[in-house]
């Protein structure tokens, strides 16, 4: 599995294209596991970003939530609805290493001109950096939350 690291900021154009982080390309491209340059984009349930994911990590990931539905129980179908809501396939174009962002994406989060991508381990956020740079949405301190896992 690709485990993203670090933090990058990329300017994105009138059409949605931006540059991919040259450090996650070569996780991708190195990765004879993983040759696949396909990445799936979707809305972050809980947070102002996007999320991004190697196919196969979204494979993985998705199996992983459905297998843990009832589609006879009506909210878990509006759940698996909504979660497959708002997401785009898209792949960095070999030249540039650019990628195609749908507007709806960029707009849903707020981005103006700058992006920042996240390496969060299996996956990548995309925040528009005004939110990233003003830190915890929540306004929890990291402190707090650490004092609750360690029980």
């Not at 799936?40 to 349930?45: E, G, L, S, W």
């Not at 979204?58 to 009832?70: A, C, M, N, Q, Y």
């Not at 759940?79 to 290493?97: H, I, P, S, T």
């Amino acid at each position: 599995m690709i485990k993203f690291i670090g933090e990058y900021i990329s300017k994105v154009d009138d059409k949605g294209r931006v540059v991919f982080p040259a450090d996650f390309k070569a996780l991708m491209v190195g990765n004879e596991e993983h040759p696949d340059m396909r990445l799936v984009i979707r809305k972050d349930i809980f947070d102002s970003c996007l999320q991004m994911f190697t196919y196969q990590e979204w494979e993985r990931e998705s199996e992983k939530i459905k297998e843990r539905l009832d589609f006879f129980n009506v909210d878990h179908a509006h759940f698996w609805r909504e979660y497959m809501r708002n997401r785009a396939l898209v792949c960095a174009d070999g030249k540039l290493g650019r990628i195609s962002i749908p507007k709806r994406l960029l707009d849903e989060i707020g981005v103006n001109k700058e992006i920042v991508f996240f390496g969060n381990d299996h996956k990548i956020e995309i925040w528009a950096r005004e939110v990233f740079e003003k830190g915890s949405p929540d306004g929890r301190g990291i402190e707090e939350l650490a004092k609750t896992l360690s029980k």
